[in-house]
């Protein structure tokens, strides 16, 4: 690959941002709460000390402050791993490659990324509102077969692979894992689980309207496999981050559990719950 990228390959705004998010060097922390709403963004920085950038564009919002006097950042990305691919390749561009020159940086930044989410539970024995932390992750959008350098697998991609019935999407899986480093600070969470990255909200998650699904015991199976939950982001974060150097970890607030029919009665109090234990431990 050549060290000067063309202006086709990385897209600037007319004061030199990166195009999606809007965002100069300047504008991030290197620690980085990713959450999907942009209506959470103010939920989450109104705990800072201050807040001295607000930047936005499309969907992408981002605030920048500081928490118990270090600089942090929180940022919202949509729904679903093809805006993960946009934030992530550019939140890395702003860290790893000279914006007025478009090349790479002879010197390479890792951030940490923080998902602060939601999901549903695949596993019955999963109670709702309380804090689930991701270690393994399968995705089932494909995104990462468009990039030529991934590859992961640990024992637990192995043992899933070699199970999952599913042919005509398991060309699509990939996998991926948590920052441990990261993982330390939600040591206390009370579930550790691996967790499903669908590409849809309806049947990919078992829902029927007027289609039907592929199959009525899709997160069953997957709950058989060893899935505890499901979400829309966390395996293009967390294969991102393996691929371009930087650390993350998910911590989901569970909201429903799909396998007993139950919701949240109060996901307000409980997103708030998550905010403010999520924050406790970014920054002690």
């Given at each position: ?21 809007n ?10 709460i ?123 991609s ?25 993982g330390e600070?939600?040591k ?49 974060i ?38 403010e234990?999520?924050?406790e431990?970014?920054?002690?």
């Amino acid at each position: 690959m050549l060290n000067k990228l063309a202006a086709s390959e990385l897209v600037l705004n007319d004061d030199g941002s990166v195009y999606h998010l809007n965002l100069l060097p300047e504008d991030i922390a290197d620690k980085i709460i990713l959450v999907g709403d942009p209506d959470r963004v103010p939920k989450v920085s109104k705990y800072f000390d201050k807040v001295e950038i607000k930047k936005n564009k499309r969907e992408f919002y981002t605030h920048t402050g500081t928490l118990r006097g270090e600089r942090i950042s929180v940022m919202s990305t949509g729904i679903g791993t093809e805006n993960i691919d946009i934030v992530m390749n550019e939140l890395d561009a702003l860290v790893n490659i000279d914006l007025k020159q478009k090349e790479f940086k002879t010197e390479h930044k890792s951030l940490e990324l923080f998902r602060m989410g939601t999901c549903g539970s695949v596993n019955p024995d999963v109670q709702v509102d309380n804090m689930l932390v991701t270690q393994n992750v399968v995705g089932l959008d494909g995104l990462m077969h468009f990039y030529q350098d991934y590859h992961f697998e640990n024992e637990f991609s192995k043992q899933f692979l070699d199970k999952f019935p599913y042919q005509k999407i398991k060309p699509m899986l990939y996998f991926s894992e948590w920052s441990e480093e990261l993982g330390e600070l939600y040591k206390d969470a009370k579930y550790h689980g691996n967790t499903a990255t669908f590409p849809g909200f309806y049947a990919p998650q078992g829902r029927q309207l007027r289609l039907k699904a592929l199959d009525d015991k899709f997160l069953e199976t997957l709950n058989d496999l060893g899935i505890t939950n499901f979400e829309m982001e966390t395996s293009a974060i967390y294969a991102f981050s393996k691929l371009l150097g930087h650390k993350a970890i998910t911590v989901n607030n569970v909201i429903a559990n799909r396998r007993r029919g139950e919701f949240s009665s109060d996901h307000h109090a409980s997103e708030k719950n998550l905010i403010e234990w999520v924050l406790e431990r970014i920054i002690k």
